[in-house]
């Protein structure tokens, strides 16, 4: 294994893999549009293409993968590609990041497949508010699939909450007890300007600060957890010793410390969430190229990665949607629900 880094000395280390760009859901934040350009079939990578590309990553010290969409398990036979990946011994750790809808039928196959981890997306306790932000009737069947996550035997389980102001900003301390009870750790996420979220605005944007100044109401002093670590969400203890994290791109952005890149399920490479020009790894794999090729595109790509795009979005004055949808539908690789969040 050969590591190397980026010029901010970022190392190749957690690598996303989209599995489809198809969803059963329309959340707000991500696809609150009503028509989408879908990825075409024939440029959809096959398992074996995958479990290959992951055998070059891992190569160069990827060691974490996370299994993303669209939602991921739509794609038909997933437990076989899991159980291809989980067979790789480099790779530390092989987890999904789900919507929760096809859960409670799927969590023992990929349990038994070998997947180590869950995270589910769950914003709302709320059914009338899972509608209204989701466009479809089924918050039973997202709390009978992170029901059914403990049951297959699965711990370290995540829960993922997008919190935006007058939607679910009313829910925190709500949303840490239902986690408690799973048992997962909540993560709330900040509301961010990427890919597909054309109906963003600032002022949608409940920050970090705010979200612990509402917890804090609730549950008295709430206690950092110090971790320089590379993982996303900066950790709290409540008095009671429940953890939970923030992920606060949007106004407190990590990318100084970002190692990981992310892999469409066509087979194009993003070295960053607001990147919009990828690297494609599908043309050269299909036309012949070999382990060795492919080591050294990814490796001269990575090296030369500057990517910082949340402080940069953080940077400008008059901040907006970063893609209009004129140009999600020219390249539907922008958008967040094909590149996987
Ligand atoms: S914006 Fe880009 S560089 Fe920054 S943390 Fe996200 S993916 Fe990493």
């Known amino acids: 294994m050969t590591r190397v880094e980026d010029t901010l000395g970022r190392p190749l280390r957690n690598l996303r893999i989209s599995v489809t760009d198809r969803c059963n859901l329309r959340c707000q934040y991500c696809m609150p549009e009503e028509e989408y350009a879908w990825l075409p079939r024939a ?14 990553f891992t190569g160069l010290g990827v060691d974490k993968v996370r299994l993303t969409g669209g939602e ?6 997933l437990p076989r590609l899991v159980r291809m990946l989980a067979a790789k011994p480099a790779l530390r750790d092989l987890a999904v990041t789900t919507n ?18 869950v995270t589910v997306s769950l914003d709302t306790l709320r059914p009338d508010r899972f509608a ?3 466009r479809r009737a089924s918050h039973a069947q997202v709390l009978e699939g992170i029901a059914a996550v403990p049951r297959a035997g699965f711990a370290g389980t995540k829960l993922d909450t997008v919190v935006i102001r007058g939607l679910n900003d009313d829910e925190l301390a709500d949303l840490v007890e239902f986690a408690k ?5 909540l993560r709330f996420i900040e509301y961010m300007d990427v890919g597909g979220a054309t109906r963003w605005s600032p002022d949608q944007v409940v920050s970090r600060r705010e979200m612990l100044e509402l917890l804090e109401r609730r549950y008295g002093r709430i206690e950092p957890i110090v971790d320089d670590g590379p993982a996303p969400a900066d950790r709290y203890r409540l008095p009671d010793g429940t953890v939970f994290g923030i992920i606060s791109s949007t106004t407190q952005p990590f990318c100084a410390r970002c190692d990981r890149s992310r892999l469409t399920a066509d087979g194009t490479w993003y070295l960053c969430l607001y990147a919009t020009a990828g690297v494609d790894l599908r043309g ?24 910082r795009g949340a402080e940069e979005r953080l940077a400008l004055r ?5 893609l209009q949808v004129a140009q999600l539908r020219a390249d539907p690789r922008l958008e967040m629900h094909t590149r996987g969040g």
């Not at 299909?286 to 492919?294: D, K, M, S």
């Not at 008059?318 to 970063?322: E, F, G, I, T």
Request: aromatic share 4%; net charge negative.
């Open 43 to 56: 440029e959809i990578l096959h398992f074996g293409e995958i479990a290959a590309l992951v055998d070059v």
């Open 72 to 77: 991921p398990l739509l794609r038909r036979e």
């Open 318 to 322: 008059d901040r907006a949607p970063l």
């Open 100 to 117: 929760g809808l096809l859960l409670a039928e799927q969590a023992s196959a990929l349990r038994e497949a070998g997947l180590h981890r």
């Open 132 to 134: 209204a932000l989701t």
């Open 284 to 307: 050269p794999f299909r036309a012949g190229a070999g382990p060795e090729a492919l080591t050294a595109l990814i490796t001269g790509r990575w090296r030369g990665r500057t990517d």
């Open 181 to 185: 009870a799973v048992p997962a750790e």
